[in-house]
Each structure stands twice: as C-alpha cells, then as structure tokens.
C-alpha cells in the first residue's frame, strides 16, 4: 500500500524567513503534485513534477522532486502572511490516480 | 468560461436517507473523481471514472454509489449505508493524454449527516 507522508504536518513561519515541507512517498512513481488549500476552499494546483530532478519555482515556492530517493520538497523563502495555507502533495499512482499526504497547515506570523 | 461546478455548496441530511451530490464539468474532460476529506486530513479517492458508461471504486467505496452517462456528468450518491456520511467532498476531472495528468477540482459539497 503507497504510503505519502508530509512533513511537518503544521508549520508556524515567521515573515522574512525561510522554510521546508517534506513529502516523502513509499513507491515509485514519475509523477508529483503540490496543491494548496484556503480554510474551507477547494484545491489549487502550485506544480506539476515529472521526473527525477525536477525543479518548478513560482513567486516564493520551489518545488522540486527526487524519485531515487522519493522525496519531494517545497521551499518557502522570506515567508509573507498571504502564504498561510495548508499544502498537500499527491503521488499519481496506477491509472493516473492520486495518493495524498495528510496536509502541512502553514501559518505565517508577524 | 471552463470549470467544475458542485453542487449544492452545504447539504443537510438527516441519517438514514441518500443524498446525491452534483458534479459537472465543461472543460471537455474525460476522466472525472470523487473525493472525501475529513478534518484535518487529505483527500482519500471514491470513485473515478476515466470514461463515459465506466468507472472504478476507489479506496473508500463502500456506502457511495455513482454514474456517467455523459461525459460531463459525475454524481455521487452517499447512501445510508455510509457509516461516516459528514465530511467534504471534492469533484475533480483531468483531461486524457497530455503530458500532465494534472486534476483539476471543484469547489466541493460540505455534507453535514445529523
């Protein structure tokens, strides 16, 4: 059974500083998606992974995605109060089907 | 202009009676999924359909029921039988082919089951 775990599951960021959410998963997969959640919204999609290596940034996010090692991670620099959200990674396993991690909840503070 | 709508936005439900959600896309999309998330968690996969007239149970299928007679339809039935009917449920659909597979998600139904 694929396992998706994020790490960690809630995150308290000071502005101006830099932080990192982990996503590791337990089987191979080419593909990884980071979406972002507003209290009680739907999801955006932030990046589209697909392949060892990759490296997408927007704004203040990079995402970038190790298959070897199944980890992804997403890197917030110089944190600001409009990216207080909750981020989930989803692994596509068989037949294009996504497996979610539990969601870190950030929260971005003065 | 394209997207997935849901609907209603907020259901209320006694126990004991289905309810059936709306989930309708305009982006000429040909697979389409349902999804629940509970508090605090991440989103656990329902039903999928990848065709129109077909569809697959996901990991939590039990007590739901679906259908896809067209394309750009995918309701979802919560049935008495589903013992923890409250949650969020969350529509999405992607598109075949591509180099992406990226889903693309609606808005969502709170249910609330009293």
């Known amino acids: 059974e694929l396992k998706v775990e994020q790490n960690p599951l809630f995150l308290s960021m000071q502005e101006g500083k830099n932080y990192t959410i982990y996503c590791n998963y337990s089987t191979t997969s080419d593909r990884l998606y980071w979406y972002r959640q507003d209290p009680g919204k739907s999801l955006e999609s932030l990046f589209v992974l697909l392949s060892n290596g990759a490296v997408k940034q927007e704004g203040r996010l990079m995402a970038s995605l190790d298959t070897k090692a199944r980890l992804s991670t997403l890197h917030i620099t110089a944190a600001v109060h409009d990216l207080s959200a909750t981020y989930f990674c989803?692994?596509?396993?068989?037949?294009?089907?996504?497996?979610f991690g539990a969601g870190t909840t950030v929260t971005v503070r003065a | 202009d394209g997207g997935i709508t849901q609907s209603p936005k907020y259901l209320f439900r006694k126990e004991g009676q289905n309810v059936t959600l709306s989930c309708e896309q305009n982006l000429n999309h040909d697979a389409m999924y349902w999804y629940r998330q509970d508090p605090g968690q991440g989103l656990r996969l329902i039903y999928y359909?990848?065709?129109?007239?077909?569809?697959q149970k996901g990991d939590i299928a039990e007590g739901y029921s679906v259908s896809r007679e067209k394309k750009e339809s995918f309701p979802l039935t919560v049935t008495s039988a589903q013992k923890n009917p409250t949650a969020f449920y969350l529509c999405?659909?992607?598109?075949?082919?591509?180099?992406?597979?990226?889903?693309?998600f609606g808005p969502g139904t709170r249910l609330t089951v009293t």
């Open positions: 999405a659909s992607r598109r075949a082919g591509g180099i992406t597979h990226e889903q693309y």
């Open positions: 359909s990848q065709i129109v007239n077909d569809f």
């Open positions: 989803a692994v596509e396993v068989g037949d294009y089907k996504l497996s």
